[in-house]
């Protein structure tokens, strides 16, 4: 029977747009989410949690929970403020001393390259649909941070949920969902994605460090509603569409057929270059860092014609026609936000995994978005953040005990941040951080319930 190994990495996850704060200062330049409001007339990405300024405490608190490895992204116009070109040191500077800060504490540094941070200066010259720009860019900034950080980092991830920029891109700011053809540009987006993340593996592989590199995508196992082998086909498509089409491409160097034949009947393939597939096939990833929340569960499509895709803000799920119908599955719990809670499905998401591709897994996004509630004493009780983590971790034991690779936990998030269109009112946080949804606070850092509880599970290398 296996167990959790001793060199498991117990940590947790950040963004650097979603925490950092210090937008204006220390010649950063603008990403596009320096100007996104989450949330109209409240707190936004400007300041989020000062994590900038607070990064030695914050990692301090880290310690003291004991992490063996922290997950966070490098904001890219803070290294190079248009995206390419001049270098900002003050930027390097920030980033060499967080390492070495996490270092000093012997917690190993998982970087993801790109968290949906585009730098606006290329976002202003077409960003990802103008290919050879963006493609560029991305290899330059990504190459810079291999040779900057490469000594100290061993865990690298490229683009963190590469899916969902193309599923709900309007939602995290990255996307403008108001222009013709925009699925066909997705997908054109999306194949771009994919040969500057090969590129940029390749690119680390040939650099010939010691450590890894891999995809980040939010990989949700897609259940059949019923036992109906209609349902069931809906279900595999949907799997395909969602999950293995980005998967697929970055570890076995292929495009799904499924997906790809869903695209060329539509009129959403992408145009490849000569050259392109051998691209994917030797920029192929180490192993998969994937962000887990909940399932989603489908039925036959009952629909034709083009997707129907509202410009509202908030959606992000829709029907593809000819492929599935989304529906609500009654027999899962929800969060206050109306998440489902599926840790079985965390479970049947890493078996799909592990079957398809045989790769080491991490765990780079696992969470609980909350109210909390601050007593007057300043505790936070937040069971339910602890129930939730507690039940999603029995399953990724059941995982390992059947043999699943699974290298690491990070919990969304360290600290608490603020949500890619909630604001701060939704928090995931073990640290909590003063400051409302309205901007106001002091940004003090204190530990709430679930700091103790995730302290004693990594002391105990997941007993409890
Ligand atoms: C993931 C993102 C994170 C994070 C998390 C929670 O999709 O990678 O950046 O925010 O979801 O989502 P939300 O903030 O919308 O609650």
């Known amino acids: 029977m296996k167990k959790i190994g001793k060199d498991f990495l117990w940590g947790a996850s950040t963004s650097a747009y979603q925490c950092e704060g210090a937008t204006n200062i220390d010649g950063k330049g603008k990403s596009v989410q320096d100007l996104t409001l989450p949330v109209k007339d409240k707190i936004d990405f400007r300041n989020a949690s000062h994590h900038y300024f607070h990064y030695k405490e914050d990692v301090k608190l880290m310690a003291e929970m004991g992490f063996k490895s922290y997950r966070f992204s490098i904001s890219w116009s803070r290294i190079f403020p248009k995206g390419t070109g001049e270098i900002n040191q003050k930027g390097v500077d920030f980033y060499n001393n967080l390492l070495n800060e996490l270092l000093k504490y012997n917690i190993e540094p998982v970087v993801t390259v790109y968290h949906f941070d585009p730098p606006l200066d290329l976002e202003n010259q077409g960003g990802w649909l103008n290919r050879d720009l963006m493609v560029n860019a991305f290899v330059q900034y990504s190459t810079k941070l291999f040779e900057l950080f490469g000594d100290r980092v061993k865990y690298w991830q490229t683009i963190n949920e590469h899916n969902m ?17 925009l699925f066909k540009k997705l997908y054109q987006i999306n194949h771009n994605m994919l040969i500057a993340q090969a590129l940029v593996t390749r690119k680390y592989h040939d650099m010939n460090f010691k450590g890894i590199i891999g995809p980040a995508p939010n990989i949700s196992y897609v259940y059949a509603e ?21 998967l697929d491409a970055a570890c076995l160097g292929e495009y799904n057929t499924i997906a790809w034949e869903w695209m060329v009947k539509n009129g959403y393939e992408p145009e490849l270059r000569e050259g392109d597939l051998e691209i994917l096939k030797k920029g192929k990833a180490d192993f998969i860092a994937f962000n887990y929340y909940n ?17 509202s803000d908030q959606q992000t799920a829709y029907d593809i026609p000819g492929l599935f119908d ?7 719990p929800k969060t206050e936000f ?33 109210y ?16 939730y983590i507690k039940a999603h971790l029995e399953q990724l034991k059941v995982a390992i005990n059947e043999g699943i690779d699974v290298i690491g936990y990070h919990p969304w998030s360290a600290i608490d941040l603020v949500s890619t269109h909630e604001g701060i009112k939704k928090r995931y946080g073990f640290i909590h951080v003063n400051i409302n949804d309205n901007g106001e606070g002091d940004y003090k850092r204190s530990r709430k319930d679930s ?14």
């Open 226 to 246: 019923t036992s109906k082998p209609e349902d069931f086909d809906a279900s595999y498509k949907a799997n395909a569409w969602r999950n293995w089409l980005y």
């Open 295 to 311: 399932t989603s569960t489908v039925r036959a499509s009952t629909k034709i014609g083009s997707i129907k895709f509202s410009e």
């Open 451 to 464: 700091f103790y509880w995730y302290k004693k599970v990594i002391s105990t290398n997941g007993e409890d």
């Open 165 to 181: 920029i193309i599923q709900v891109g309007h939602v995290i700011g990255v996307i403008n969902p108001k222009q013709d053809n």
């Open 326 to 332: 989304l529906c609500d599955n009654k027999n899962l």
């Open 372 to 387: 909390d509630i601050v007593e007057e004493d300043g505790s936070i009780h937040d069971q339910y953040r602890i129930d």
């Open 338 to 370: 109306g998440w489902s809670i599926d840790p079985q499905g965390f479970l049947h998401t890493m078996r799909a995994m592990w079957d398809r591709y045989r790769m080491p897994l991490m765990v780079t996004e696992n969470g609980l978005g909350a």
